[in-house]
């Protein structure tokens, strides 16, 4: 297990540092492929040593080879995330159908991220494409039947999303929630029944609550991205493997 664990964890260090291309380029409508990754100040062509994820930045003692500049802390820290995401889908599910939706899951999540902190922007390919292999994973796994009745779950959360953002909208006098929210909840409702969906992005809005007050005083706007933390929610309902009845349970003192 321990082999697998390690073999999950570098395949999700060099998914995540390709997701952080992904998250940095969709939004600016550039090519993920072409030109190949480069210093963002000087355009020095990187080579292969200087794409190692998270050992080529601390090699480099977080500097451009050729410009010394320095590299943003989020390619790492990212590219870790993601690492420990892919050893963490693997350790609670194994090598199970069930496994899919959490890579998935955690993909996204790095995506969003990076796009989301950076430009406040979730690219609508990458929901786009989340959902219909979401959409596969559920015919495979529960048919076609059960597999369009989570297509409606995702609807559901999508009309309560725009719901809530014309609420937030009309009491606020100002944009409450982004577009690429609203989306997002769509394809993410997917993974679960509305009630786990609602619970999770419950514990998305607790999660951001301390955020934006980060938000607020380091960025001086009311600004938030999140996208982030709605996936996190997510992930936090998807690895903890909660169902319907524990939490019935819970919230009743049922033992």
């Given at each position: 297990?321990?082999?697998?664990?390690?073999?999950?964890?570098?395949?999700?260090?060099?998914?995540?540092?390709?997701?952080?291309?992904?998250?940095l380029?969709?939004?600016?409508?550039?090519?993920?492929?072409?030109?190949?990754?480069?210093?963002?100040?000087?355009?020095?062509?990187?080579?292969?040593?200087?794409?190692?994820?998270?050992?080529?930045?601390i090699?480099?003692?977080g500097?451009?080879?050729?410009?010394?500049?320095?590299?943003?802390?989020m390619?790492?820290?990212?590219e870790?995330?993601?690492?420990i995401?892919?050893?963490?889908?693997y350790?609670s599910?194994g090598?199970?159908?069930?496994?899919?939706?959490?890579?998935?899951?955690?993909?996204i999540?790095?995506i969003?991220?990076?796009?989301?902190?950076?430009?406040?922007i979730?690219?609508?390919s990458?929901?786009?494409i989340y959902?219909?292999?979401?959409?596969i994973?559920?015919?495979?796994?529960?048919?076609?039947l059960?597999?369009?009745?989570?297509?409606?779950?995702?609807?559901?959360m999508?009309i309560f999303?725009y719901?809530?953002?014309?609420?937030?909208?009309?009491?606020?006098?100002e944009?409450?929630?982004?577009?690429?929210?609203?989306?997002?909840?769509?394809?993410l409702?997917?993974?679960f029944?509305?009630?786990?969906?609602?619970?999770s992005?419950?514990?998305?809005?607790?999660?951001?609550?301390?955020?934006?007050?980060f938000?607020?005083?380091?960025?001086?706007d009311?600004?938030?991205?999140?996208?982030?933390?709605?996936?996190?929610?997510?992930?936090?309902?998807?690895?903890?493997?909660?169902d319907?009845?524990?939490?019935?349970?819970?919230?009743?003192f049922?033992?």
């Amino acid at each position: 297990m321990t082999i697998y664990l390690i073999l999950f964890f570098i395949i999700g260090l060099l998914f995540g540092s390709f997701y952080n291309v992904v998250g940095l380029r969709l939004p600016k409508k550039e090519s993920i492929i072409y030109p190949s990754s480069h210093c963002p100040k000087c355009n020095h062509k990187l080579s292969w040593y200087e794409l190692i994820p998270v050992l080529s930045y601390i090699f480099l003692k977080g500097k451009c080879k050729n410009c010394k500049e320095k590299i943003s802390i989020m390619y790492p820290v990212m590219e870790l995330i993601s690492g420990i995401l892919f050893a963490l889908s693997y350790y609670s599910f194994g090598l199970t159908l069930s496994i899919i939706p959490a890579l998935l899951t955690s993909s996204i999540f790095v995506i969003i991220v990076v796009s989301d902190l950076n430009y406040y922007i979730i690219p609508d390919s990458i929901l786009a494409i989340y959902g219909i292999l979401m959409f596969i994973y559920n015919i495979i796994s529960k048919g076609f039947l059960e597999a369009c009745t989570y297509v409606v779950y995702g609807l559901i959360m999508f009309i309560f999303m725009y719901l809530l953002m014309k609420l937030g909208n009309f009491l606020f006098k100002e944009e409450s929630l982004g577009g690429g929210d609203i989306k997002l909840m769509g394809v993410l409702g997917q993974l679960f029944n509305p009630f786990m969906s609602f619970i999770s992005l419950a514990l998305a809005s607790l999660i951001a609550i301390p955020s934006s007050l980060f938000f607020n005083i380091k960025k001086k706007d009311n600004i938030i991205p999140f996208g982030p933390f709605i996936t996190g929610g997510f992930l936090i309902m998807l690895f903890s493997k909660l169902d319907l009845q524990t939490i019935l349970d819970f919230l009743t003192f049922t033992k």
